[in-house]
């Protein structure tokens, strides 16, 4: 039951407004700031409490204590003084009264000193009325001194006054047992709270212990259900089994967590579908010409053609011409490997786009009339850019190569070009074809290494390394490229290249 009952509460907790997207740090912070409140709270208490018992034991030590004491020591200085009266009243020696009046003051100080010390207490009622019966004891002396006849005279004295004596004496006690009275009550009083005090300490530090445990097992729940979901994940992962994970009730650090396995599980099953399109790609690549190579060397050496030099120089021409196509295939992978590593050269100068625009248009003129595509350079006024001349006509060979490769005969290939429009505009030129188009959602993959878009008609097959050299290109010459095509309706790859 008591399980089912933190569970419940845990739950409850769980789903309080904001808990569920509060952060770890939110959720401790929330949980120690109640448990500090707690404290804080108990802290104020047992202040006000511990004021409560020193304010006691103040008035237990220095009021009802000290009154009990001076109560006594009245009543023996009420001793002397009513001996020194009686040897007056029997001695009839004036000294005897002078020395009484000089103890009866002494002793009126005290009490006035009791007094003060009890005012505003329940003992103040029975210190004024002692008060009073000393002072109507001391008149009544002074009234029998007067009145005192001679020694030598046979008149008898008058009465003394042992009568108010015995009533100031009772007084007196009184005072002396309500003091002690109250004494011990404040005492009691001062005990009871101190029991109260330990009381609500070992229940706030019970509850405090309570909650600050509830809150650990609480995070720790939400967390734990997550990481062993995650942990999950990563063992299917580990498996070559590529599953999202969706939405889960946990703090913001750990769904931003999953999201970014989602993301990791996302790029790794690209990356292993580019490692197969790259197997596939570069095997093809590299397959074809050695076969090619290695069934012409065959038919070379079984000497097939020995008859014939015009079969043989065809043979070692086929030869040479794989070898190159090989020797290109592997170059490029090399340069893409320079570029990414940020080790390739590049000779950066003054170029005129136009005119390497130009050479390479008819450089791949042959192609495209072999293709039977219009290849054509529109003619545009362009200022000098800063490019590296090779690595610029590398880029407009990708791109134009790219462009005939995608486009079915009897289609156009463009190469535009736009003079900027401020004085600090970066030069743009532009591929355009009418070829088979991409859609949206392939925009930009098409420039990730080894990626081959499908189009659903026969295209001739590549590395898938030309786009991805042309954006390295542009990168490195701080210049941006990017593609604009809609599926059947051809396609146009812009660049931008920075002012000389």
Not at 248 to 258: H, K, R, S, V, Y
Request: proline letters at 4%; charged letters at 20%.
């Amino acid at each position: 039951m008591a399980a089912t009952g933190r569970a419940g509460l845990a739950r409850s907790l769980l789903h309080f407004p904001g808990m569920v997207n509060a952060t770890l740090f939110q959720r401790l912070t929330l949980g120690y700031l109640a448990i500090l409140f707690l404290v804080l709270a108990l802290g104020f208490y047992v202040t006000l409490q511990l004021n409560r018992i020193n304010r006691l034991a103040v008035e237990a030590s220095t009021v009802y204590g000290d009154a009990a004491r001076q109560a006594e020591s009245l009543e023996d200085s009420l001793g002397s003084l009513a001996a020194l009266e009686q040897k007056f009243h029997i001695a009839r020696d004036r000294d005897f009264y002078l020395r009484f009046v000089d103890s009866q003051e002494a002793f009126q100080g005290k009490l006035a000193a009791l007094v003060h010390l009890v005012r505003d207490t329940p003992l103040q009622a029975l210190v004024l009325e002692a008060q009073r019966l000393e002072r109507a004891y001391a008149a009544q002396v002074d009234a029998r001194a007067e009145r005192m006849p001679p020694q030598d005279s046979a008149e008898p004295p008058p009465e003394s006054g042992e009568v108010q004596v015995e009533s100031l004496v009772e007084r007196l006690h009184a005072v002396v047992l309500a003091a002690e009275a109250g004494r011990d009550a404040k005492i009691r009083a001062a005990g009871q709270i101190s029991g109260r005090v330990f009381d609500m300490t070992a229940t706030a530090a019970l509850v405090c212990v309570s909650l600050g445990l509830l809150i650990s097992w609480t995070n720790t729940r939400s967390v734990n259900r997550s990481i062993r979901l995650l942990q999950a994940q990563m063992q299917a992962l580990a498996k070559g089994r590529f599953q999202a994970i969706g939405r889960i009730a946990a703090p913001p650090e750990i769904q931003a967590l999953a999201e970014d396995f989602n993301r990791m599980g996302t790029r790794l099953q690209e990356l292993d579908e580019l490692k197969e399109d790259f197997i596939r790609h570069v095997s093809h690549d590299l397959r074809t010409p050695l076969t090619v190579i290695k069934e012409a060397s065959g038919l070379l050496r079984e000497g097939a053609v020995a008859g014939s030099a015009h079969q043989q120089d065809e043979l070692l021409s086929i030869i040479r011409s794989e070898c190159d196509r090989l020797i290109a295939s592997v170059n490029r992978i090399l340069d893409l490997s320079r570029m990414e590593a940020n080790m390739m050269a590049y000779r950066i100068a003054p170029v005129d786009p136009m005119a390497i625009a130009r050479q390479v248009v008819l450089k791949l003129a042959p192609l495209a009339m072999a293709r039977r595509i219009d290849l054509a350079l529109e003619p545009a006024t362009l200022p000098l850019v800063r490019a590296d001349q090779e690595q610029l006509s590398q880029l407009l060979e990708n791109l134009l190569g790219n462009a005939l490769k995608f486009t079915p005969a009897g289609g156009a290939v463009r190469v535009c070009a736009a003079a900027p429009e401020a004085p600090g505009d970066p030069v743009q030129m532009a591929v355009r074809d009418t070829g088979t188009g991409i859609a949206m959602e392939d925009l930009e993959k098409i420039f990730e290494k080894f990626r081959r878009i499908e189009t659903g008609g026969p295209t001739a097959r590549g590395t898938g390394l030309g786009l991805t050299i042309a954006k390295h290109i542009v990168t490195a010459h701080g210049g941006k490229i990017w593609a604009e095509s809609r599926p059947g309706a051809g396609s146009t790859f812009c660049f931008t290249l920075p002012r000389a």
